[in-house]
C-alpha cells in the first residue's frame, strides 16, 4: 500500500520529479570534464605490488627503463650496406633530439673498442656510412654479427635488421611527455620512410605502449559505448515494439550514465584499458531494470489498466526484485576491490555506483517520464508470453530429468577448470589493428624479443665488481641464462670486461678472457670510462659505488607463465652456484607475468566472499535458507 501511495506521487508530480533528477544529474555530470585517461602503465600495479617495488629499486640504482626501439629492415637484405648504415646513423642523429631521450644505442654508434699499438681506441662502430668502403663494410659486418653485446639486441644474427633502441628519463606525470615522444618519433619515421622508400621502419617499446594504452582506451570509451547504445536501441524497439517506451528507457539510460560518469570525474578517477568499459557495463545492467518495468507496463495496458493504473501496478511488482538484483549486483561488482590491480577497484565501485543509479532512476525517473509520455498498448497480442509460459510448464514437468542432465553439464564443464593456465602477454594486450602490435610482432619475429629479465648484482663492498671471482660467478650465470632455449640476449657486465681484457693484450682473440687480476681489471675499467663519448657511459649498467652490476636477459615473445618459469629456474641456479646472487628477478615484464597471477588469486576471494555475502542476503531476505543456498 506505501508503494502504491509512493508511486501515486510520483506520477502526480511528475514534471517536478523530472526536473529534479535532470537537474541532479546535471550538476554530477559537469564532473566528466575532470575525467582523465592515462598512458602510464604502473596504474595497473599497486603501490604496495613487491615486484614494482624491486623493479623501482633497480631503476634508482642504475636507469630508468622507459624505451623505445625502433627496428629498421631493408626490403632487399642485408643492413650491413652503406646505404643502410647511412639510414641507421641518420636515425641515431635524429632520435638524440627526441624529448626526454638519455640515452641512444644502434648498430652504428655502438662503442666498439680495439687496440691500436699501445693505446685502447674507443669510437662510434660507423662514423660516416657513405664514406665507407666495402672492406669496411664487410669488417663492420664480421665483428657485429660476432658481438656478443649486440648481436640479437641492436642486430639481428642474420644480419637482415638493425635497431636503434631510445631511453628517456620522463617527468613525474608524464602522459604528455610520452605523448610528444611518440608524435616526434612518428613525424622521424615519416621523414624517414620518405627518404629512404627501399627500408622498412618499426617502433616499438613500452613507451610507445604506454601511448597505445591511452589511445585504445579514448577508441574505447568513443566508440564502444555510442555502438553498444545504438544496439540496445535497437532491440529495445524491435523487442518492446514501441518507440515511446524505448524513448523512456533511453532518457533513463542518459540520465544513469552521465550521473555515474559525472561522479567519477568529480572524483579524479583516471581511465585505462582494464576499467574504460564502465559506461558498457553499467548502460547493460541498467536496461535490465527499465526492461522490467516497462514490459509489465505494457502487460498491464493490455489487459485493460489505463496508463497511470499500469505504471503503480508495474512499480508495485518490479520494485523489490529490481531492489534486490540491483544490490545484489552491486556486491557483486565491488568484489573486484579484492583484486591487485587499482583500475579493477575503479572499475567495480563505478558499475557498482552505477547499478545503484540505475535503481534510483528507476524508481523515480522512469515511471515519472512513462506517466508524461503518450503511450498505446499493442493491440497484438503477445506471443511471448505464450512461449514462455509453454517453456515453464516443459520446465516444471520435467524437472527431476532437467535437474541430472543441467548438473552433469556443469560437472563436466567444471572437469576443464584444471586446463586454466594463468597466463598472459603483454603484445598481445593490442589486437592487430593497432600498429604497435604489428611492429612489435615484426620486431620479436626479426630482430630481438622485448620481455626481460633484470638483476642488479651485487659484490658485496664498494669497487668490488672488477673482483675476479665476483666477475667469474656473473659470466657463469650470464653463459646459463644463454643456454636456454627461450633467451635471446643477454647483457652482462663480463661481456665487457673480456672484450677489455682483449684489447688491453692486442686484441688477440685468446685473451678474450676475464682478467685474473682484480687492481688490473679495475685500471681496464677507469680507462674505458674515460674513453667513452658522450651518451655512451655505463650508468645504466653498474651502480655508482661500482659495488653491483646490472644484468639483463631478452626473451622472445615469453608467456607470463614462461617467464616466471624461467625465473625459478634462475633462481634455483642461482642457489646452488651464486648464493651470493639469489633472488629473483626484477624487470618490467617479470611485473606484469605476476600480476595476472596474483589478480587471479585475490579475485578468487573476492568473488567466494561476494556470492556468500549474496548467499546471506538472500537468505535474510526470502526466511529460507534453501532459497539463499539455490543462489550459489
Not at 617495488?53 to 640504482?61: P, R
Not at 630508468?64 to 637484405?77: E, V
Not at 625465473?567 to 641456479?573: G, I, P, S
Not at 576471494?605 to 532459497?627: C, H, N, P
Request: net charge negative; proline share 3%; with cysteine.
Amino acid at each position: 500500500m506505501q508503494l502504491e501511495r509512493y508511486t501515486t506521487a510520483i506520477l502526480r508530480y511528475r514534471w517536478l520529479v523530472v526536473a529534479l533528477a535532470t537537474l541532479v544529474m546535471l550538476g554530477i555530470a559537469a564532473g566528466v570534464r575532470f575525467i582523465t585517461v592515462t598512458n602510464d602503465y604502473r596504474i595497473l600495479f599497486g603501490e604496495d605490488n613487491p615486484q614494482l617495488l624491486a623493479f623501482d629499486a633497480l631503476e634508482n640504482t642504475y636507469s630508468a627503463s622507459n624505451a623505445a626501439l625502433i627496428a629498421i629492415a631493408p626490403r632487399d637484405g642485408s643492413v650491413f650496406t652503406r646505404e643502410v648504415l647511412g639510414a641507421v646513423e641518420e636515425f641515431t642523429e635524429a632520435a638524440w633530439r627526441t624529448p626526454y631521450s638519455s640515452r641512444v644505442n644502434s648498430l652504428t654508434n655502438y662503442t666498439h673498442s680495439e687496440a691500436l699499438d699501445d693505446d685502447l681506441v674507443v669510437a662510434p662502430f660507423v662514423d660516416d656510412a657513405s664514406s665507407l668502403s666495402d672492406a669496411d663494410v664487410v669488417r663492420i659486418e664480421k665483428i657485429a654479427l660476432n658481438a656478443v653485446e649486440i648481436a640479437g639486441r641492436l642486430v639481428a644474427h642474420d644480419g637482415r635488421t638493425a635497431g636503434v633502441a631510445i631511453n628517456f628519463v620522463l617527468p613525474e606525470n608524464h602522459d604528455q611527455a610520452v605523448i610528444g615522444i611518440t608524435d616526434y618519433l612518428n613525424s622521424v619515421l615519416d621523414k624517414a620512410r620518405t627518404s629512404h622508400p627501399d627500408i622498412d621502419y618499426y617502433m616499438t617499446g613500452d613507451v610507445v605502449m604506454n601511448r597505445t594504452f591511452a589511445d585504445v582506451t579514448k577508441s574505447d570509451m568513443e566508440t564502444l559505448t555510442p555502438i553498444v547504445f545504438l544496439i540496445i536501441v535497437g532491440a529495445t524497439i524491435i523487442l518492446l515494439r514501441s518507440i515511446l517506451c524505448t524513448l523512456a528507457i533511453v532518457v533513463m539510460l542518459v540520465f544513469v550514465i552521465n550521473t555515474t560518469m559525472g561522479f567519477a570525474g568529480w572524483n579524479g578517477v583516471v581511465f585505462s584499458p582494464t576499467n574504460a568499459g564502465v559506461p558498457i557495463i553499467v548502460m547493460v545492467v541498467a536496461i535490465a531494470d527499465s526492461i522490467h518495468v516497462v514490459t509489465s507496463v505494457l502487460l498491464g495496458m493490455r489487459r485493460g489498466l489505463d496508463r497511470n493504473a499500469a505504471i503503480v501496478e508495474s512499480i508495485r511488482i518490479n520494485a523489490y526484485p529490481v531492489f534486490i538484483t540491483s544490490v545484489t549486483t552491486a556486491i557483486g561488482f565491488l568484489s573486484l576491490n579484492a583484486s591487485d590491480s587499482p583500475p579493477f577497484h575503479v572499475l567495480g565501485n563505478y558499475v557498482a555506483f552505477g547499478v545503484l543509479c540505475a535503481l534510483v532512476y528507476t524508481m523515480t525517473l522512469l515511471p515519472a517520464v512513462l506517466s508524461i509520455l503518450p503511450l498505446r498498448a499493442s493491440l497484438v497480442q503477445s506471443q511471448g508470453t505464450a512461449f514462455f509460459d509453454r517453456f515453464a510448464d516443459f520446465v516444471i514437468s520435467r524437472r527431476k530429468f532437467l535437474l541430472w542432465f543441467v548438473t552433469a553439464v556443469v560437472v563436466g564443464l567444471i572437469l576443464g577448470v584444471p586446463r586454466i593456465e594463468l597466463s598472459d602477454n603483454m603484445a598481445q594486450y593490442f589486437d592487430d589493428r593497432y600498429e604497435f602490435r604489428r611492429d612489435t610482432d615484426y620486431v620479436i619475429d626479426n630482430l630481438t624479443g622485448l620481455d626481460k629479465l633484470e638483476y642488479s648484482l651485487s659484490a658485496g663492498r664498494e669497487g668490488g665488481i672488477t673482483d675476479p671471482d665476483y666477475l667469474r660467478q656473473v659470466d657463469a650465470f650470464a653463459e646459463w641464462y644463454r643456454a636456454q632455449p627461450e633467451v635471446t640476449h643477454v647483457q652482462a657486465f663480463s661481456d665487457i670486461m673480456k672484450r677489455l681484457n682483449k684489447n688491453m693484450h692486442g686484441d688477440d682473440p685468446a685473451f678474450y678472457r676475464l682478467p685474473e687480476d682484480s687492481d688490473l681489471a679495475a685500471q681496464y675499467l677507469l680507462l674505458y670510462e674515460f674513453s667513452l663519448p658522450f651518451g655512451s657511459d655505463l650508468n645504466d649498467r653498474i651502480d655508482v659505488a661500482k659495488s653491483a652490476t646490472r644484468l639483463s636477459v631478452v626473451t622472445r615473445n615469453a608467456w607470463s607463465r614462461d617467464l616466471r618459469e624461467l625465473d625459478e629456474r634462475a633462481l634455483v641456479w642461482l642457489q646452488a652456484n651464486a648464493p651470493a646472487f639469489a633472488h629473483e628477478a626484477s624487470g618490467l615484464s617479470v611485473v606484469f607475468a605476476h600480476l595476472s597471477l596474483r589478480n587471479i588469486n585475490s579475485m578468487l576471494r573476492g568473488t567466494i566472499t561476494a556470492m556468500a555475502l549474496i548467499s546471506f542476503i538472500l537468505i535474510w531476505i526470502f526466511k529460507s535458507v534453501r532459497v539463499g543456498l539455490l543462489s550459489l
